[in-house]
């Protein structure tokens, strides 16, 4: 009779992932969980005040997989690209922290307003800042993690420009205005090392990225970005495949040009983007 009880329990005990709140021993019950490396994602999440109020800005369901993957309730991410706030908001719609940073003082209002609507100010900093600026930037992040007693962060998050396919501002230190692929990986690099100096050891990093067409030529922008990822010492996990939706080319009226001009140039449209998962060993 005990025997059968311990065995029941021990059926039943929590198997805890160290980085997440997952309970292994209900592993079947994560349905929603994605663990395929190719995500079709039919639509943009649209609810807890999620919008498409901002070219360039991702699916919240990016942000809601990084999340209940690698962090736990209470923990603390930074976003090194702030864009319009859907990290801010997954995070605070699944009881995390978020420190976002953003380089555009329009954005950083603009965000911090919707933040005040939506009752997530208490788990929001924004820091108007440029992320590749190691040292002031770094000592910003610093004294928000110091803010709740951390001295690292938990997740990072990077979704930088595309090199120029989105000219974000006409700020100087936009990654979108670097004058050329090198000089945007140069500015993206010293951005990784951020994120893994503040960054806990053993935590995770998500990169969101795609690549572009120079003159008839692909510049894959996706695998530049990881090498450089590897560089600041980042260990590659995953490259996920996902198809872009709503903000690709070739939609709507011009889908026949687009077309057009993809069968007249040999090449082929993007329909997809990268989610790039890294590990701080
Ligand atoms: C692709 S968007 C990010 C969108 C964001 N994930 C969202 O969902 O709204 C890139 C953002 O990076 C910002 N940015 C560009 N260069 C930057 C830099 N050096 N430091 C901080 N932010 C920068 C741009 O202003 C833009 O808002």
């Given at each position: 009779m005990l025997e059968k009880r311990l065995s029941t329990e021990r059926r039943h005990a929590p198997k805890k992932?160290?980085?997440?709140?997952?309970d292994l021993s209900n592993?079947?019950?994560?349905?929603?969980i994605l663990t395929d490396s190719l995500w079709d994602i039919p639509s943009r999440e649209r609810s807890?005040?999620?919008?498409?109020?901002?070219?360039g800005n991702c699916v919240p369901q990016i942000l809601t997989q990084m999340l209940k993957r690698y962090t736990k309730a209470g923990e603390t991410i930074v976003d090194f690209?702030?864009?319009?706030g859907t990290s801010a908001i997954e995070s605070h719609r699944l009881d995390r922290r978020c420190i976002g940073i953003e380089i555009q003082p329009a954005m950083v209002d603009y965000v911090q307003e919707k933040i005040q609507e939506l009752g997530a100010d208490a788990s929001t900093q924004i820091i108007n800042a440029?992320?590749?600026?190691?040292t002031w930037t770094g000592k910003k992040i610093r004294q928000a993690l110091q803010e709740t007693?951390?001295?690292?962060?938990?997740f990072a998050f990077l979704h930088p420009?595309?090199?120029?396919?989105?000219?974000?501002?006409?700020?100087?230190?936009?990654?979108?205005?670097?004058?050329s692929t090198e000089a945007f990986l140069e500015g993206f690099q010293r951005v990784a090392e951020l994120a893994f100096e503040v960054l806990e050891k053993n935590r995770f990093a998500a990169l969101v990225i795609g690549d572009k067409y120079t003159d008839g030529e692909l510049i894959p922008l996706g695998f530049y970005c990881m090498e450089r990822m590897n560089r600041a010492g980042f260990k590659t996990k995953s490259i996920i495949v996902k198809n872009m939706t709503?903000?690709?080319?070739?939609?709507?009226?011009t889908a026949n040009l687009w077309r057009y001009r993809a069968l007249a140039g040999g090449f082929y449209l993007f329909k997809h983007e990268y989610v790039m998962v890294f590990q701080k060993p």
């Open positions: 992932i160290a980085y997440n709140d997952l592993w079947k019950q994560y349905d929603d807890a005040g999620h919008k498409l109020d901002y070219h690209f702030l864009g319009s440029d992320s590749s600026d190691k007693n951390l001295t690292h962060s938990q420009p595309y090199a120029d396919i989105i000219r974000f501002s006409s700020l100087e230190k936009d990654l979108s205005n670097a004058d709503g903000n690709e080319k070739g939609k709507g009226r």
